[in-house]
Nanobody, 124 residues
Framework: QVQLVESGGGLVQAGGSLRLSCAAS????????AGWFRQAPGKEREFVAA????????WHADSVKGRFTISRDNAKNTVYLQMNSLKPEDTAVYYC?????????????????WGQGTQVTVSS
């Protein structure tokens, strides 16, 4: 089992930045790839970014490329999402997730473990 706890969400003005953190406990986190998803009110949960176990590969949704960056520190069992140039349409609950490496990284069903989410609100 892997337990995930997100933090770092909040209210920010458009153009601002936030850094989300996802702290993992339980089994060795280095065994898992990780991802971030988000869910806006009335919309389905969507893929934001993913990172391989050893950080050699990352993936970002087209909507956040050039603005968001996923990273991880396995020594701290933590995954990060640096969010710059935030837009009101980035407003959502952001979820951290973990999966066994391999296969797809883009779909909710790819991930076995989920955090409770952290709210990000971007005001115009």
């Amino acid at each position: 089992q892997v337990q995930l706890v997100e933090s770092g969400g909040g209210l920010v003005q458009a153009g601002g930045s936030l850094r989300l953190s996802c702290a993992a406990s339980g089994r060795t986190f280095i065994s898992y790839a990780a991802g971030w998803f988000r869910q806006a009110p009335g919309k389905e949960r969507e893929f934001v970014a993913a990172i391989s176990r050893n950080s050699d590969r990352t993936w970002h949704a087209d909507s956040v490329k050039g603005r968001f960056t996923i990273s991880r520190d396995n020594a701290k069992n933590t995954v990060y999402l640096q969010m710059n140039s935030l837009k009101p349409e980035d407003t959502a609950v952001y979820y951290c997730a973990a999966k066994v490496s391999g296969g797809s990284y883009y779909y909710i069903s790819d991930y076995a473990y989920w955090g409770q989410g952290t709210q990000v609100t971007v005001s115009s």
